[in-house]
Each structure stands twice: as structure tokens, then as C-alpha cells.
């Protein structure tokens, strides 16, 4: 599966963005999607994830209650819809695909997209 992530942009503080994840080549329904970030200096962390069949969610602490993952099998995408972001969101976030259990470990997806930049003015 080939993931394109996109919707990345410069927000100003307390402003929301929602990222897409679009796939190809295989239907986004046989899979666990994640999403991660990664800033400057710092290592890939987990923010979160959508099980394939039940649809359960698992957020990173920090965003509980402000970002939201969901899928549109239909369409074959996925989003996170991030709302009352603050400055420490800022990073590349990347979408992520893998036919295991739903997890937080990004080794244990297989498939990634490109990245897109999020920048959060304060």
C-alpha cells in the first residue's frame, strides 16, 4: 500500500488542522493505521492509531481530547483532525499502515507515508 499524507500547514496557536492520509494500491480496511510526528532533534513518537475492524482509538496522553483519528474506508483515507493546537505539536507527521496489532511501536508498521509539516505560531 502507497500512504500520501497531506494538510500540513502553518496554524497560529488554539487553531485546528486536519490531516489526510490517502492510500493506494490496497484498501486502507485490512489495516491498523497510526499516525506519528517527529520534530527537530527529537526522536518518532507516536500520536495515534485506528484499529482496523472495531474502529477503537489510542492517543499519545499529551493530545487526548484535542486531536481525533478516524478512517473513511470508503474513500481510503484516513484523518487526524487536530484542534487547540499549541506550539510542542509542531513536527512532520506521518501516516503509518501495518497488518499487526494495533500498536503504539512504530517498528511495527510497514508502511509509511511522506510526511507532512505542521508549524503552530504561539
Known amino acids: 500500500v502507497q500512504l500520501q499524507a497531506s494538510g500540513g500547514g502553518l496554524v497560529q496557536a488554539g487553531g485546528s488542522l486536519r490531516l489526510s492520509c490517502a492510500a493506494s494500491?490496497?484498501?486502507?480496511?485490512?489495516?491498523?493505521m497510526g499516525w506519528f510526528r517527529q520534530a527537530p532533534g527529537k526522536e518518532r513518537e507516536f500520536v495515534a492509531y485506528?484499529?482496523?475492524?472495531?474502529?477503537?482509538?489510542y492517543y499519545l496522553d499529551s493530545v487526548k481530547g484535542r486531536f481525533t483519528i478516524s478512517r473513511d474506508n470508503a474513500k481510503n483515507v484516513v484523518y487526524l483532525q487536530m484542534n487547540s493546537l499549541k506550539p510542542e505539536d509542531a513536527a512532520v507527521y506521518y501516516c503509518?499502515?501495518?497488518?499487526?496489532?494495533?500498536?503504539?511501536?512504530?517498528?511495527?508498521?510497514?508502511?509509511w507515508g511522506q510526511g507532512t509539516q505542521v508549524t503552530v505560531s504561539s
Open positions: 503509518a499502515a501495518g497488518l499487526g496489532t494495533a500498536t503504539t511501536m512504530r517498528y511495527e508498521y510497514g508502511y
Open positions: 494500491g490496497r484498501t486502507l480496511s485490512s489495516y491498523v
Open positions: 485506528i484499529r482496523r475492524r472495531s474502529g477503537f482509538t
